[in-house]
């Protein structure tokens, strides 16, 4: 294979607020930035043109935001790996399960595609292998992980310990939203200068709405709370100065009424 480039990340993109919001970081922090959108039998695929759209543009967004350290494009790729709407049955890649609300006592919710991540990982790291890079990014999260065992960050490190010795390299898997919740991802991606890019452009919603989405599935319920706590600590943070609090308060008002 070719030699490690240390300078490039792998993101796995699906195009909604998490993965849009790691993409921008990877700019951030590495010279060139490759995504690759998997098509898993969901039934939303209306998600994998969004995640196209959106990576054709954030090379421009991030150097306009003065983010972009390598000063390049993304690089983006589809991966067809429906087989895994085949191994399993759940609501979100067949129509005919009724989705679950909330999370079961006694287990995920039926939204929770098993293997997913495993297949989705492993994926990326033999892509990227055979393009030389060894860094791999996702925007799984342990702290909103809505019951999904695969975003856990044991997990994660067990699957990168796997990949290492299965292939005898050298991967590194980030997770830079690990331990932070859906209002400090907002933050983020405030942070990034994409806010209103992730908050219109992406798809979570379940129910296959972009945006802000359906507003009724738990994927929308999630994303929803988290703006509201991001944008209430905009105007309640103790240090920012009178303007600051204005400047804050107008802001949120523009973007609940956007
Ligand atoms: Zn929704």
Same mark, same amino acid.
């Not at 039934?43 to 390049?72: D, F, Q, T, W, Y």
């Not at 679950?100 to 595609?113: E, I, L, M, S």
């Not at 999904?148 to 960050?153: A, I, N, T």
């Not at 690990?178 to 405030?190: E, S």
């Given at each position: 294979?070719?030699?490690?480039?240390?300078?490039?990340?792998?993101?796995?993109?699906?195009?909604?607020?998490? !993965?849009?919001?790691?993409?921008?970081?990877? %700019?951030?922090?590495?010279?060139?930035?490759?995504?690759?959108?998997?098509?898993?039998?969901?039934?939303?695929?209306?998600?994998?043109?969004?995640?196209? /759209?959106?990576?054709? /543009?954030?090379?421009?967004?991030?150097?306009? #935001?003065?983010?972009?350290?390598?000063?390049?494009?993304?690089?983006?790729?589809?991966?067809?790996?429906?087989?895994? !709407?085949?191994?399993?049955?759940?609501?979100?890649?067949?129509?005919?399960?009724?989705?679950?609300?909330?999370?079961?006592?006694?287990?995920?919710? #039926?939204?929770?595609?098993?293997?997913?991540? %495993?297949?989705?990982?492993?994926?990326?790291?033999?892509?990227?292998?055979?393009?030389?890079?060894?860094? %791999?990014?996702?925007?799984? !999260?342990?702290?909103?992980?809505?019951?999904?065992?695969?975003?856990?960050?044991?997990?994660?490190?067990?699957? #990168?310990?796997?990949?290492?010795?299965?292939?005898?390299?050298?991967?590194?898997?980030?997770?830079?939203?690990?331990?932070?919740?859906?209002?400090?991802?907002?933050?983020?991606?405030?942070?990034?200068?994409?806010?209103?890019?992730?908050?219109?452009?992406? %798809?979570?919603?379940?129910?296959?709405?972009?945006?802000?989405?359906?507003?009724?599935?738990?994927?929308?319920?999630?994303?929803?709370?988290?703006?509201?706590?991001?944008?209430? !600590?905009?105007?309640?943070?103790?240090?920012?100065?009178?303007?600051?609090?204005?400047?804050?308060?107008?802001?949120?008002?523009?973007?609940?009424?956007?």
């Amino acid at each position: 294979m070719n030699p490690m480039n240390k300078e490039t990340a792998l993101v796995v993109f699906s195009g909604g607020q998490d !993965s849009t919001t790691c993409l921008f970081w990877a %700019l951030k922090h590495f010279q060139k930035v490759v995504a690759l959108t998997f098509i898993y039998g969901q039934k939303h695929v209306l998600e994998v043109g969004m995640a196209r /759209k959106i990576a054709e /543009k954030a090379g421009e967004v991030a150097r306009k #935001n003065g983010l972009n350290c390598g000063g390049g494009n993304v690089d983006w790729y589809q991966m067809d790996v429906s087989f895994i !709407s085949q191994l399993s049955h759940n609501s979100l890649t067949d129509s005919s399960i009724v989705m679950d609300q909330d999370k079961p006592a006694d287990g995920p919710p #039926n939204t929770f595609v098993p293997g997913r991540n %495993l297949f989705f990982i492993s994926v990326a790291a033999v892509f990227a292998r055979e393009r030389g890079i060894n860094h %791999l990014v996702t925007g799984v !999260s342990q702290t909103d992980y809505s019951g999904y065992p695969d975003c856990r960050d044991a997990f994660i490190k067990a699957l #990168n310990v796997s990949l290492n010795l299965g292939m005898d390299e050298q991967f590194v898997i980030h997770t830079p939203l690990m331990w932070i919740d859906k209002a400090q991802t907002w933050a983020k991606a405030d942070r990034l200068g994409v806010l209103d890019l992730v908050r219109h452009e992406t %798809l979570t919603c379940y129910n296959g709405v972009p945006g802000d989405g359906c507003g009724e599935c738990p994927a929308c319920k999630l994303r929803r709370t988290g703006l509201e706590e991001f944008l209430d !600590s905009l105007t309640h943070t103790p240090s920012s100065t009178c303007e600051e609090r204005e400047k804050f308060s107008q802001r949120r008002i523009q973007t609940l009424k956007s």
